[in-house]
């Protein structure tokens, strides 16, 4: 007759390392990609809240200011060191007489992320005041 055997064999031990090994490795992996998708939208929002400053400052200017002519302007960051890069172009709307009156203005924030060139623009418009 056998006698019952207590404790664990050398295959149940590999099994238990193993399946721990594999939550580990899935556990590091879903952490690193959280932190680079955190990143990612950091990097975002910095840019967004960048061009809603820009776009703050260009409703400021004299709408027959120079800064609003038709065309695209480079805005300079305060920051030297910063990653983004703004610019912003203005165009008439309308026709006739009426291309005078209402100005679009895009702002777009670029920056380079993981070798990849990526932007988020915003649209404003601004009105000639009449009196």
């Not at 960048?50 to 120079?66: F, R, T, W």
């Amino acid at each position: 007759m056998l006698k019952s055997q207590k404790g664990v064999s050398l295959i149940e031990l590999m099994v238990t390392i193993a399946f721990i090994g594999i939550v580990i490795i899935t556990s590091t992996m879903i952490f690193t990609h959280s932190v680079k998708v955190g990143k990612i939208s950091e990097r975002r929002n910095q840019a967004l809240n960048l061009a809603v400053k820009v776009i703050e400052e260009i409703q400021n200017y004299h709408y027959g200011s120079s800064s609003l002519s038709q065309g695209e302007h480079s805005y300079n960051l305060t920051d030297p060191n910063s990653p983004f890069t703004l610019k912003y172009q203005v165009t008439e709307q309308g026709e006739g007489e009426n291309q005078q009156l209402l100005k679009e203005i895009i702002v777009t924030a670029q920056w380079l992320e993981s070798g990849n060139q990526k932007e988020v623009n915003l649209t404003t418009y601004r009105a000639k005041t009449l009196y």
